[in-house]
């Protein structure tokens, strides 16, 4: 049995509404390497092709961003 039976992967457009953020905030959060909160392969994948959209796990996005004291007021 796995572990990740929790795991919920949305799309950009989705994860925009529920987490209650603009593209380019969402993408200040996984873009920068250093400074992002959001890791590749545990928070987002990346599309088969450069210019796909990316896939969220929303509940570990969630729990991430409100560690860092962030405050997701829509749960859509």
């Given at each position: 049995?796995?572990?990740?039976?929790?795991?919920?992967?949305?799309?950009?457009?989705?994860?925009?509404?529920?987490?209650?953020?603009?593209?380019?905030?969402?993408?200040?959060?996984?873009?920068?390497?250093?400074?992002?909160?959001?890791?590749?392969?545990?928070?987002?994948?990346?599309?088969?092709?450069?210019?796909?959209?990316?896939?969220?796990?929303?509940?570990?996005?969630?729990?991430?961003?409100?560690?860092h004291?962030?405050?997701?007021?829509?749960?859509?």
């Amino acid at each position: 049995m796995s572990n990740k039976t929790n795991e919920y992967w949305v799309t950009t457009a989705e994860a925009m509404k529920i987490l209650n953020v603009t593209r380019q905030r969402l993408c200040r959060y996984w873009c920068d390497k250093d400074k992002g909160i959001l890791i590749e392969n545990k928070h987002w994948k990346k599309g088969m092709h450069f210019n796909t959209t990316r896939y969220f796990e929303i509940n570990s996005c969630k729990a991430t961003l409100l560690q860092h004291g962030y405050m997701i007021v829509n749960t859509a």
